[in-house]
Every structure is written in structure tokens, then in C-alpha cells.
């Protein structure tokens, strides 16, 4: 990989992460056609695509960083009071960071336990990759039908995170998309279009963050100064464009569905499964 391929690589993953389309399907697209997956050993693009992540990890840091300061800060508040004081008298903020955490369980206990799958062949294949592009954007269909759309974050509660968190962790199908089956799950139980992308958002964040985390950790004696350098200009490329996209999404589910992205998610499965093998 060089210059150019990290920093388009980069720009995919920014763009895709957030929107309910699948950064991992369109970085896995972008690598075949660039020649960067190696059928030997696909974990090696596994770990990149993770590493990358990083970068859009640190956008919706950023991007939500009063959010989460206020989390944190509403957290130690809280927990200094137990047990004296009762869960149920929590701050709001104590709560959703609670509930990110619970919401974070699934997604952690299925990545270890199909590591090896992940990490595998199977997770490369452009036909899988289609039918659940093509699955998924059907699913979202439905939840734009039958949502409610009148739930706030507010409201959320634990069941609510068990089954968004169950949802994320479907998400490690490549193709299904972490952004679009938490989002989905959102509007099955009556959340905003808004609200369910920001809690998909902020769910996310200790799941990319750990993951690439530790595959950087795992690489790390094999990386030259020159991987890190191309590395690190995929990272902050992701970084730039994902910040913008989170900003440009939620502004964009006041006042529109997610129709756009049903059709270009079922267009481009169709158009794998016709043109690519």
C-alpha cells in the first residue's frame, strides 16, 4: 500500500463508517480492485481495515467530545454517591454511558468468540458481502415503514441497548453495516432518525477504538517506519472525512429517511453479484 491508496482508503472508510451503506464492504471492494489483499493471508487486511478505524474512532470523539466529557464527568459524580444512592437516581448522562457500555457486550463476546471467521476468507468474498447489502437494505426498508420515529435519547433504556448492542454486533457480517443495523434497530423500537444514529455513534466507539487497538497492538513488530507513516496518513484522512460525514448524516435524518441509502445499498449488491467474482 502506498501514499495514495492510504489516503483513498482513508477517505472510503470516512465517508462509509457512518453512513448505513458498509465501510468494511467498501474497503474490502477498494483493496480488491487495488490488488492490496493478499488470498494468503487475510487477516492481514482485517487488521488494517480495524486499524483505519482509528481514525474515524477519533472523529466521533471529537465530534461528541462535550457529550461524553459530560458522560464522564456525570459518571464519577454518580458512582461516588453508591451505594448510598439508588441506579434509578442516576443523571441522565450516568445512564446513556451505562447504557453504551451494556450496549457494547454483544458485539465484544462475538468478535472474540468468531475471530478466526472475522479474520478469514469468508468475510473477503464479494458475494456475501452483496446478499447482505441487499439483506440489510431490505430490513431498513421495513424499519422506515414500521418505526414510530417518536422515542428520544432520552428514553432510552436497557432493553433498548441490549438489542441495538445485539444489532451492532450483526454488523460484523461484512456488508451488513455497524452504522446501518444500529440504526435499523433504532427505528424497530421508535427512535428518532436522529437519536438512532447518535446513539449508533457513540456505540460504536468503544468497539472500533478496542478493536484497532489491539490489531495494532498484534501488528506492531511487523510494521516498519514506513507502514506507519502509511498507516497514519489512512488514519487522519479517515479521521477528516468521517467528522464531516457524522455531521452532514445528522443534519441530513431531520428531515430526510434513509430511502437514498436503501437503494444504493441493494444497486450495489446487485452490481457485485453480476459483475464481480
Known amino acids: 500500500m502506498n501514499s495514495l491508496d492510504a489516503i483513498l482508503l482513508g477517505i472510503i472508510q470516512g465517508i462509509t463508517e457512518f453512513l448505513p451503506i458498509s465501510s468494511t464492504a467498501h474497503l474490502t471492494l477498494a483493496g ?3 490488488g492490496l489483499i493478499r488470498a494468503d493471508a487475510p487477516g492481514e487486511w482485517t487488521a488494517t481495515i480495524a486499524i483505519i478505524q482509528l481514525g474515524t474512532a477519533g472523529s466521533i470523539l471529537a465530534y461528541f467530545r462535550n457529550d461524553l466529557l459530560s458522560m464522564l ?3 464519577v459524580s454518580d458512582l461516588r454517591e453508591l451505594p448510598r444512592a439508588r441506579l434509578e437516581g442516576f443523571r441522565a448522562e450516568t445512564k446513556l454511558a451505562f447504557l453504551i457500555v451494556v450496549g457494547t457486550v454483544p458485539i465484544v463476546l462475538l ?9 478469514g476468507t469468508l468475510t ?13 437494505a431490505m430490513v431498513l426498508w421495513w424499519a422506515e415503514r414500521k418505526g414510530r420515529r417518536t422515542r428520544t435519547l432520552a428514553d432510552k433504556g436497557l432493553k433498548d441497548a ?38 449508533s455513534f457513540l456505540l460504536s466507539i468503544p468497539a472500533v477504538l478496542s ?3 489491539y490489531q495494532l497492538y498484534e501488528v506492531r513488530a511487523h510494521l516498519s517506519q514506513g507502514d506507519l507513516t502509511i498507516l497514519a496518513l489512512a ?7 468521517g467528522y464531516a460525514a457524522i455531521a452532514l448524516l445528522l443534519r441530513y435524518l431531520k428531515n430526510h ?3 437514498v441509502f436503501i437503494v444504493y445499498r441493494i444497486l450495489l449488491g446487485v452490481c457485485l453479484l453480476l459483475f464481480v467474482q
Open 32 to 34: 480488491r480492485f487495488l
Open 211 to 213: 478493536s484497532g487497538l
Open 257 to 259: 429517511s434513509t430511502m
Open 235 to 241: 488514519v487522519v484522512s479517515s479521521g477528516l472525512t
Open 162 to 199: 441490549v438489542l441495538v448492542g445485539l444489532a451492532q454486533a450483526v454488523a460484523l457480517v461484512p456488508g451488513a453495516s455497524r452504522s446501518g443495523t444500529t440504526i435499523t434497530a433504532g427505528l424497530f423500537l421508535g427512535f428518532t432518525r436522529e437519536a438512532a444514529a447518535r446513539f
Open 73 to 75: 464527568r456525570s459518571s
Open 111 to 119: 468478535g472474540l468468540l468468531l475471530k478466526r471467521v472475522i479474520e
Open 124 to 136: 473477503k468474498d464479494p458475494t456475501v458481502i452483496a446478499w447482505s447489502l441487499i439483506l440489510l
